[in-house]
């Protein structure tokens, strides 16, 4: 369940519709999770780091008013695909696509944000595919977690928030490192695709300021396939079209 869905056709969720031919990495649970768990609460101004299809920057505009959220893409087709995504979305007015690296985006950034999310690469190892773009987006070299750490401590705001989604045991690593940055983590939710299964992700939130860590958990579904936990369903039902 938590693993990247390969299909190629458009996804089609309540709102808007995510075209994907021309994108690595397709429409999976982990961008739906993210999308739908960051608090949004007082954003006013919102950044996607690697925003792929724009899927997670197109649903922070369903669930915000007026936010204007800028949404950063390293490769410039899948940063194509996801600007037509988000002209074709309610809510192209506040959507906009940047083909930058994150570490020239900062560079050139003046403006500060209130909520920065990002869906990381996260293989820091392990055998390179024959696939280069699935390389870039699936293993840490264009975006080593330094990078991306350092872009959220200097783009969030002083109140603002920065949250990511990572397998757990490289959340668990990723929340130790972002300490390094005056990054601390005030929020952690331990995600299953089923009861008695381990623990797969971690939907982690930062803050510039320590806080005591609210810690939770979520199970996706029961047994049964498609069989979804009450949790789930209200955390992603405005969004999945069958839901």
Same mark, same amino acid.
């Given at each position: 369940?938590?693993k990247?869905k390969v299909?190629?056709?458009?996804?089609?969720?309540?709102q808007?519709?995510i075209?994907?031919d021309?994108?690595?990495?397709k429409?999976?649970t982990?961008g739906?999770?993210?999308?739908?768990?960051?608090n949004?609460e007082?954003s006013s101004?919102?950044?996607?780091i690697?925003t792929g299809?724009g899927?997670?920057a197109?649903?922070?505009?369903?669930?915000?008013?007026?936010a204007?959220?800028?949404?950063?893409?390293?490769?410039?087709?899948a940063?194509?695909?996801?600007?037509?995504?988000?002209?074709?979305?309610?809510w192209?007015?506040?959507?906009?696509?940047?083909n930058?690296?994150?570490?020239?985006f900062? /560079?050139?950034s003046?403006? *500060?944000?209130?909520?920065i999310?990002?869906?990381? +690469?996260?293989?820091s !190892?392990?055998? &390179?595919? %024959?696939?280069?773009?699935?390389n870039?987006v699936r293993?840490?070299?264009?975006l080593?977690?330094?990078?991306?750490l350092?872009?959220? /401590?200097?783009?969030?705001s *002083?109140?603002g928030k920065?949250?990511v989604?990572? +397998?757990?045991?490289? !959340?668990?690593? &990723?929340k %130790?490192?972002?300490q390094?940055y005056n990054?601390?983590?005030?929020?952690?939710?331990e995600?299953?695709?089923?009861?008695?299964?381990?623990i797969e992700?971690?939907?982690l939130?930062?803050?510039?300021?320590?806080?005591?860590l609210?810690n939770?958990s979520?199970?996706?579904?029961?047994?049964?396939?498609?069989?979804y936990?009450?949790?789930?369903?209200?955390?992603?039902?405005s969004?999945?079209?069958?839901m």
């Amino acid at each position: 369940m938590l693993k990247d869905k390969v299909q190629s056709q458009p996804f089609q969720f309540k709102q808007f519709t995510i075209n994907q031919d021309c994108c690595s990495m397709k429409i999976g649970t982990d961008g739906v999770l993210l999308g739908a768990w960051a608090n949004t609460e007082n954003s006013s101004k919102v950044l996607d780091i690697g925003t792929g299809t724009g899927v997670i920057a197109i649903m922070l505009a369903q669930r915000t008013d007026g936010a204007q959220i800028v949404a950063v893409e390293i490769d410039e087709e899948a940063c194509k695909q996801a600007q037509e995504n988000m002209e074709a979305s309610p809510w192209k007015e506040r959507l906009s696509a940047v083909n930058l690296p994150i570490q020239d985006f900062v /560079r050139q950034s003046s403006d *500060k944000f209130d909520l920065i999310v990002s869906n990381p +690469p996260f293989f820091s !190892g392990g055998t &390179f595919s %024959e696939n280069q773009d699935r390389n870039n987006v699936r293993h840490t070299v264009k975006l080593p977690n330094g990078d991306l750490l350092n872009a959220a /401590r200097n783009l969030l705001s *002083k109140g603002g928030k920065f949250c990511v989604i990572l +397998p757990y045991i490289e !959340g668990l690593r &990723f929340k %130790e490192s972002a300490q390094r940055y005056n990054l601390y983590c005030t929020k952690m939710t331990e995600v299953k695709s089923k009861e008695g299964k381990p623990i797969e992700r971690l939907l982690l939130q930062f803050e510039h300021e320590q806080k005591p860590l609210v810690n939770d958990s979520l199970t996706i579904q029961h047994e049964a396939r498609h069989d979804y936990t009450k949790e789930y369903i209200e955390l992603t039902g405005s969004f999945y079209l069958n839901m």
